[in-house]
């Protein structure tokens, strides 16, 4: 086997291998563009056999900071990693993993702090909670918290029928009530099919990023995101007195895998249950359209979980790893955020002191 950095040429076999053999909407060669457009180097790494047959991708990006620079497999979405080909033998996926890690350090790894390396996901793994041996064997550590089973993604089994196998049979009275509430008050949902309402979704979406305090990406980057696959993406848009207060970015997959990537809202949406009603008119959409499955995003706190819970979609672990390249690189890249997280949630720490205290001790903090 023979690894190398995939080009341009390779993108049409490239996505080819991602729909047959088990990836992610994340994996697809275009997001190149988008990390790209964030000033982040893409790195597409590709494992082909003696034929030149692809039997293996693993796509990274490498995220510059004036410290250090971090490798991360892949900062979107909730499944990420590397893929081999489905007909591979048990040795031969660890021999192709050993030539990828291997290259990475070699290539990739100089002037680094970490690695975080996310599995690709599927429904069976919600019942999975021990680590993959194969990563802790190449010094990656499992980076999930068993206790509050944080961080996850959601998915919800769609069925032909939105109204009577979702509507009516799985989703309760207060839920359904809140979405009839958005609509008796006057919002509509409608889809942007020809990019009216662009700059108004990319000024929600950023305006959450600095709502929860973090750095939002740039704005060259958002609009890539809404039209780099212009063909897979549906952008629903809530509208109060024609006026938006509120958007989805969903991304479809394969004809199976309807993925809400992005949401954006200002304050009267909250006033208005706009954020169900929007979740609501998505996955009726892909319920028509033949979708199996509905993808809630990435979940990382409680409050989320519990509001994304309402529709009553199965609870994924996500499975994130990390591997450490340098002990001072990792102090550095890491104390801005812990102490910012700190001086936020100190009661929250207080309450919790013994059980983050233990993490401390085994070295997941």
């Known amino acids: 086997m023979q690894i190398r950095k995939a080009t341009i040429q390779d993108e049409q076999r490239w996505n080819t291998f991602v729909e047959t053999e088990g990836g992610s909407f994340f994996h697809y060669f275009e997001w190149k563009t988008i ?80 690695f975080i390396l996310k599995e690709n996901l599927f429904v069976d793994d919600a019942s999975r909670s021990q ?22 993604t959601y998915r919800l089994p769609l069925a032909p029928s939105f109204e009577d196998d979702i509507w009516e049979e ?3 009275k207060y839920l359904r009530n809140h979405i009839r509430k958005s609509q008796k008050q006057g919002v509509v949902v409608t889809e942007d099919t020809n990019g009216q309402y662009h700059e108004d979704v990319i000024t929600m979406i950023l305006s959450i990023y600095k709502k929860f305090d973090e750095k939002p990406p740039l704005k060259e980057e958002m609009r890539l995101r809404l039209t780099a696959f212009k063909e897979k993406t549906k952008i629903w848009v809530a509208l109060l007195n024609n006026t938006p207060i509120a958007a989805l970015v969903c991304y479809n997959f394969t004809g199976s895998l309807c993925y809400a990537s992005k949401m954006g809202y200002k304050p009267a949406a909250r006033e208005y249950f706009t954020t169900v ?79 983050i205290l233990r993490k401390i001790m085994r070295g997941e903090i």
């Open 131 to 152: 680590p993959t041996e194969l990563l802790v064997k190449n010094g990656f550590r499992f980076r999930f918290d068993v206790e509050i089973k944080l961080p996850c």
């Open 170 to 172: 799985l989703w309760g």
């Open 35 to 114: 990390y790209e457009g964030n000033k982040w180097l893409y790195i597409p790494l590709l494992l082909e056999n003696e034929t030149n047959d692809i039997v293996g991708i693993f796509p990274l990006v490498k995220i510059k900071f004036f410290f250090y620079s971090k490798l991360v497999s892949l900062p979107d979405g909730a499944s990420g990693g590397y893929i081999f080909k489905k007909s591979l033998t048990e040795s031969e996926k660890q021999q192709a993993f050993q030539i990828f890690v291997s290259y990475i350090n070699q290539q990739y790894s100089k002037g680094c702090s970490t």
């Open 277 to 355: 009603l929007l979740f609501s008119e998505a996955i009726k959409d892909a319920c028509e359209n033949g979708y199996q499955f509905f993808e809630f995003g990435v979940t990382e706190t409680m409050k989320l979980a519990q509001w994304k819970e309402q529709f009553k979609p199965i609870k994924i672990p996500m499975r994130i790893y990390e591997k450490k390249y340098s002990t001072i690189r990792t102090f550095v890249e890491k104390t801005p955020s812990l102490l910012k997280w700190t001086l936020k949630n100190v009661p929250y720490i207080w309450y919790h002191r013994r059980r």
